[in-house]
Nanobody
Framework: QVQLQESGGGSVQAGGSLTLSCAAS????????MGWFRQAPGKGREGVAS???????AYTGSVKGRFTISKDNAKNTLYLRMNSLRPEDTAMYYC??????????????????WGQGTQVTVSS
């Protein structure tokens, strides 16, 4: 069983930055891929970024060049640095723990464990 706890959400103005953290506990391994998802009110859950066992990141198009995903295996912590935030980035952000593999993992069906979420609100 893996437990995930997000932190770092908040309210910022457009153009601002936030860094989300996700602390993982339980059985974790550097061989697992992890990801960040978001869900805005009235919309489905969207894959934002993933990072595989080699540390290779992948991003959805709308955040490329603005968001950076990273992982500290020693601390079992996943990060999402968000720059140049836009009002359309407003959503609940979730981290997720997946399986063993390399590549791009932006579909929620690819993940087994989820955190409770942290709210990000961007005002114009």
């Amino acid at each position: 069983q893996v437990q995930l706890q997000e932190s770092g959400g908040g309210s910022v103005q457009a153009g601002g930055s936030l860094t989300l953290s996700c602390a993982a506990s339980g059985y974790t391994s550097r061989n697992y891929y992890m990801g960040w998802f978001r869900q805005a009110p009235g919309k489905g859950r969207e894959g934002v970024a993933s990072i595989d066992r080699t540390g290779t990141p992948a991003y959805t198009g709308s955040v490329k060049g603005r968001f950076t995903i990273s992982k500290d295996n020693a601390k079992n912590t996943l990060y999402l640095r968000m720059n140049s935030l836009r009002p359309e980035d407003t959503a609940m952000y979730y981290c997720a723990h997946g399986g063993i593999g390399t590549g791009t993992f932006l579909h929620q069906d690819q993940y087994r464990y989820w955190g409770q979420g942290t709210q990000v609100t961007v005002s114009s």
